[in-house]
């Protein structure tokens, strides 16, 4: 080959590099950035009054003079909601019945708006569940529900050949001639008067518990349960796995015996999580018994289980990388084979087992499917340490699932679900940055 | 040199200096009498089917330099790490023959290796120091045989240190990594951790070969002043250093001990034609 060639070659391959390397970091780019820009919305927000009323009631926290103040403030402009209501409730009572039965119903629509708007109008009975006692606590959420109370979805499907399409009509139109047509102006012009929204950072998102499943509150109890499950993944395998790495490394003679354990390992690695999870399921749970039910421990035990190859993996790469003369030198000086292990291979192999393990925590703390049936519920408390062993927890990996898919108001609370989604891929984050510095530290002090 | 040229320097005038050089004037023990430290006895040596060690028969005496000089792969490191076992680590090195140590099989069913390894200590011809403090380095073999005590320890790693000659060169850094130190030093420093542990051999396998001159001449003072007090045993390709550091010399061909004698005899008086050859330079 020519040299003309072989720097064309050349070229083209750098070329053919650079480019996966940045369809990657562009792949990255689209998964990475709405997580971050509307996770953080979960955090920093435009909150409304509704949004401190909450905070007050729920968890006790805020400035009970101002908020009192603020309340009066927007009561004010409240008030005269409410009187319109009032006439006009007075004002159908006149009409005539069949007048009536046309706009009974469209005043319920308004109501209803009304009420997901400023939250329980005067003479309602107190709601049940705690979404329906608040108004929209977020502005960016207040300003469709006012859309919602302005306008009323038409479908137009005059066209048999596309799809129906939707469109907006104004309800104030359909209320000209009554006293109520003065309301939609007025709330349109005087909603921040009565919602009062403030730019909020709300650190509780990480620190309280939920309310109302999700619907209010922060996602402490998934933190917590995600951390409880990846530690004591962690505090079983990581053990596990270096014993059995130094056990493959150091004393297990080469056979059939040996060679079809290390495939059994390799084996395991590539098993998909769910069946990691049944497989808790029904050893952990059903014929060990360690738990009545879901529990952490289950879930730790099972994410043990799948974490432990890539474990024994990356300690046993870690420790065949110990230079021989290493272990030659310290044999020399009348060491032991075990003395020679932990006092010289194994500190020389750190760095490699431990972003072995770092790594598979992160991993423990994203896997779904392995606790599924083992120990994600999908809404609860934080739980206390002593309750590892018989209750069940929340997870970020579950809640993202469930809050994405199988939540009852999935699309009202999609700033909680990206929230988690941020908060686990900075946890995993984290975990990966602090292996890297960790390895980095020892691999320094080792080369002195 | 051409071949012709290389052929002209056998004449034998030119063989005599050749061989004179090697010597240096002052060197007093020529021969002597002494108590055997290490036997081998028809011993051999086998990587798998390969005999790479033949039928070595010697008495390597106490309180002796010993070189071993030979050919590359004339077996020189292997018979050198059979005798502390530091070839168990190779699962297919094995034995035939004995190796008596202090009058003891080495190779012996009930034989300690790890209290073997601490009386027949060993420098690798790569400087190995661990991957930790100078102190932590040199302390290394006497915590494993259980000094604790900070003072002890502290005496024990200045005394290793001043017999090496680094003491003064690393007093001031004794918590610094041992791997920054340069070449010369952590050979010599390799020297001090085994002399830590108080062994009565030393086996040195081509400890200068990576050292310039300067430290190489460093760790051949160590051994003119090591002599007496340790049985030494020393490989290397040097004829010089053979000459200049030992009272005995062995040499190896193919596995097959030529020739082991006095130095002084072995370089000026050759047995063995082959021996003679090696010496002189016809191969290396
Ligand atoms: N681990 C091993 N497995 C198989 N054969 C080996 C092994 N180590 C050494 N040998 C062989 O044994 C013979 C002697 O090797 P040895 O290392 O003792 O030679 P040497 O005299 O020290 O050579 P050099 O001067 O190059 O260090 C060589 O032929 C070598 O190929
Ligand atoms: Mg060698």
Redesign the interface.
Known sequence: MNLGTRKILDRSFTALGIGSIVIMALALMIVIVPIVTNGIGALFFTGTVEHRKMLFHEFKRGDSQKLTEESASAERYRAKVYEMLSGFEAELETMAPEKKREYQPKYTEVRTALQALLGPLPGDPEPMLTRFKYGQTRWEKAEAKLHDLLYEVKWDNSDPNVMSKEYFVSRAISFEGTSLVKLFPYVENNISKMLLPEFTFYWGFITDSSVDSHFFGGIWPEIQGTFFLAVGAMLFAFPLGVIAAVYFTEYARPGFFNSMLRSANSTLAGVPSIVFGMFGLAFFINTLKVSESKSVIAGALTLAIMILPTIIRAAEEAILAV??????????????KW?TIV??IL??ALPGILTGGVISLGRAAGETAPIIFTAAVSVGSAIGLADVFSSPTPALSWNIYNLASEHEAAAQIRHVQYGMALALVSIVLLLNLSAIVLRARISK???? | MTDDASQNLQSSSVKRATREMYLPPERKIVAGGGTPHIVAKEFSIYYGEFEAVKKVSADILSKYVTAIIGPSGCGKSTFLRSI?R?ND?IPSCHTTGALLFDGEDVYGKFTDE??L???V??V?Q?P?????SIFDNIA??PR??GVNDKKKLMEIVERSLRKAALWDEVCDRLD?????LSGGQQQRL?VA??LA?EPEVLLLDEPTSALDPKATAKIEDLIQELRGSYTIMIVTHNMQQASRVSDYTMFFYEGVLVEHAPTAQLFINPKDSMTEDYITGRFS
């Open positions: 230079p021989k003369t290493y272990r030659e030198a310290s044999l020399s000086l009348g060491s032991t003395n006092t010289v500190p020389a002090k080792l080369k002195g | 502390n530091m680590l790890v209290l390894r601490k009386k200590g060993m690798f790569k190995n120091p661990f991957p930790k290394y073999g494993l045989h610094k990594n041992a791997l920054g390799c951790r085994t542990v």
